[in-house]
C-alpha cells in the first residue's frame, strides 16, 4: 500500500485512487467540465452535509448540469468508500472526503449534447491538519500581484467547478515569494479571497468579512462562521470591502476553510498581525471546535 494511501470509488466502483477511472474523453478531464464539493469528518461524522450538498446543487443549476444521484443514495457511497478507506489504511481519525462530479464522456467537442451521462469520482483519505508551528505561529501570505480573481460576470467564483487555473496561478505567484497562500484582488482592486479559502480581519474586536459581492465562494465554514460561531463567541461580523491599502490597519487575519476551519494569519507581505491565545481568531477557534463537537453529537446518522 503506498505511504499516502487515498481510497476512491468511480461511479460505485471502489479502487485506490492511483488506478485509472475515467476514458480520456471524459469532459472534466478535457475542459474542466465539472464541480464538486469537499467534506470533512469532526469526531468520525461528516460535518456539514446539507449545507455542502446544496452548494453542490447550486453549482450544478449553474452549469446546467442534472444530478442522477439523490442525496441520501450519496451519502451511502461516502459510507461505503470512508468504511473501505479506514479498513484498508487502518485510520481512525478524522477524514478528508472530495466529491467530483463531471458531465461525462463523449465524443470530443465543447457542446453539452456531445455529453452520455454524469460521472462521480470520490476521493477519501486523512483530513489534513496544520503543522504544530503553524497552529501556533500561524502563516504566511502575500498579494498576488500579476492576476485578478474572475469576475463573477466571466466564470462565476461562486461556483465550485473543476476550473481552477486562476487560482493555482495566484498561488504559484505568492509561493514564488516564500508565502504560503495567496490574497487575491478582483478587478475592482477589492481583496476577495485566498487560493482555496475565503479571508477574514479583525479590527477593534469586530471581524471583517469581504463581501460576496467582491466575488468569492459561499464557503460553508465562513456562513457557519457568521450564523452560529462569532454569536456564540460574542463576537460581532461585517461584511464590507477591504482594500490592499486596509491591510496595514488591520489587527488580526485569519483563513476559514473546510479542512481547518480558522488558520491564524501571521503576515501578509511586510503587514505583521496579533498572534496568540488571547487573540479573537483564537477565541473564535475554540467556539468553533465546540460547535463541531455538537453538531457530530447530534448527527451519529451521518458517521463515515
Known amino acids: 500500500m503506498p505511504a499516502h494511501f487515498i481510497q476512491a470509488n468511480t461511479n460505485g466502483r471502489l479502487h485506490p485512487a492511483n488506478e485509472p477511472s475515467i476514458v480520456p474523453l471524459n469532459r472534466g478531464f478535457l475542459y474542466g467540465d465539472a464541480i464538486y464539493e469537499v467534506w470533512r469528518t469532526y469526531h468520525g461524522v461528516i460535518f456539514a452535509w446539507d449545507e455542502h450538498w446544496s452548494r453542490l446543487e447550486r453549482s450544478a443549476v449553474s452549469l446546467y448540469m442534472t444530478l442522477p444521484w439523490s442525496q441520501a443514495a450519496m451519502l451511502e457511497e461516502i459510507k461505503k468508500t470512508a468504511a473501505a478507506y479506514r479498513k484498508e489504511a487502518g485510520n481512525a481519525g478524522d477524514l478528508y472526503i472530495r466529491l467530483q462530479v463531471t458531465r461525462g464522456g463523449g465524443a470530443i467537442g465543447l457542446d453539452m449534447a456531445l455529453a452520455d451521462q454524469p460521472d462521480f469520482v470520490l476521493l477519501v483519505q486523512p483530513c489534513p491538519a496544520l503543522s504544530a508551528a503553524q497552529g501556533q505561529n500561524g502563516i504566511t501570505l502575500s498579494l498576488a500581484r500579476t492576476l485578478h480573481r474572475n469576475h463573477p460576470m466571466t466564470l462565476n467564483p461562486a461556483w465550485k467547478t473543476g476550473n481552477y487555473l486562476n487560482n493555482l496561478l495566484c498561488l504559484r505567484e505568492a509561493r514564488s515569494r516564500g508565502a504560503d497562500d495567496v490574497v487575491i484582488t478582483n478587478l475592482a482592486g477589492e ?38 460561531v462569532a454569536p456564540a463567541a460574542g463576537v460581532s461580523v461585517v461584511e464590507q470591502t477591504v482594500r490592499p491599502e486596509d491591510i496595514g490597519g488591520m489587527q488580526e487575519c485569519f483563513l476559514t476553510a473546510t479542512t481547518k476551519d480558522l488558520v491564524p494569519v501571521r503576515a501578509i507581505d511586510a503587514t505583521v498581525f496579533r498572534m496568540g491565545a488571547d487573540t479573537v481568531t483564537m477565541r473564535v477557534k475554540r467556539a468553533f471546535t465546540e460547535y463541531a463537537l455538537a453538531y457530530a453529537k447530534a448527527r451519529p446518522q451521518q458517521a463515515a
Open 191 to 228: 481583496i476577495t479571497e485566498a487560493a482555496v479559502s475565503n479571508i477574514g480581519f479583525v479590527l477593534d474586536g469586530v471581524i471583517i468579512l469581504p463581501p460576496l459581492e467582491a466575488g468569492i465562494l459561499a464557503g460553508i465554514t465562513r456562513r457557519i462562521l457568521i450564523d452560529h
